[in-house]
């Protein structure tokens, strides 16, 4: 049991990664609070983890707000005591991003506020329980786009996720002494609904997928298993990394000197 006596919150638990790490986390000894907007699916994640022996609660929490963000870390230390692990996960992809001429600043401020302004509400409300608890890891979803930029116009998205990463280095130096590390996420393509409602098209797809050089999408499960590794023991030296897990699309863009 990788992250046996451990209190994980995972926001966007409903569905894609949150999902796949919370069945993943609880299988390996984790209690887990998951949080979405999405009552309904995040429930069903919750009755899926206890069918399978695992111990987990759903609350719902738009990470947009700040009381819903505090009641989340909340809900965590009331049902089980502590906080060990923070997944900074839940995010959007809006249909509306596009370049800097076509995206308008509703959709700029909707993707900030969840994508950037909810990472920062965990962080502000979770530091706190995780130095209670001795201390803990959080791990911030990022992504590719944040090092390379997207073939497929997603200015709000993109920018979004280079923010998350800056964030992610600060976070990790100013806490590192604290026994909190702080890790940031960086899936490539994946074959989640939010990206295959964004690629729209088979053309799309293809433009993304040509890039890769495993030639496929990436699957949620694999990234809960990268996210995994950064919330054990097994990253205890682990802290303000970009964890790339992207197919190798990166490294295809990287210029011999």
Sequence with gaps: MRLENQVAVITGGAGGIGREAGLLFTSEGARCV?????????????????????DAVFMRADVSKAEDCEAMIRC????????TCLFNN???MLGDDGDAESTT?????????INVKGVFFGCKYGIPALKRAGGG????TASFVAHLGAATPQLAYTSSKGAVLAMTRELAVIHARE?????ALCPGPLH??????????????????????MGRFGEAAEMAKAALFLASDDSTYVTGTEFLVDGGITSAYVTPE
């Design 179 to 183: 026994n909190i590390r702080v890790n």
């Design 90 to 92: 839940a995010g959007v």
């Design 76 to 83: 965590a230390e009331e049902t089980y005591g502590k906080l």
């Design 105 to 113: 600043e509703d959709i700029w401020d909707l993707t900030m506020a």
């Design 34 to 54: 998951l949080t979405d907007v999405d009552e309904e699916k995040g429930a069903a994640v919750v009755e899926e983890i206890k069918a399978a022996g695992g």
């Design 192 to 213: 989640t609904k939010m990206l295959m409602d964004f690629l729209d098209t088979e053309e799309k797809k293809q433009r993304r997928l040509v890039h890769v050089p």
């Design 137 to 140: 890891t959080i791990i911030n």
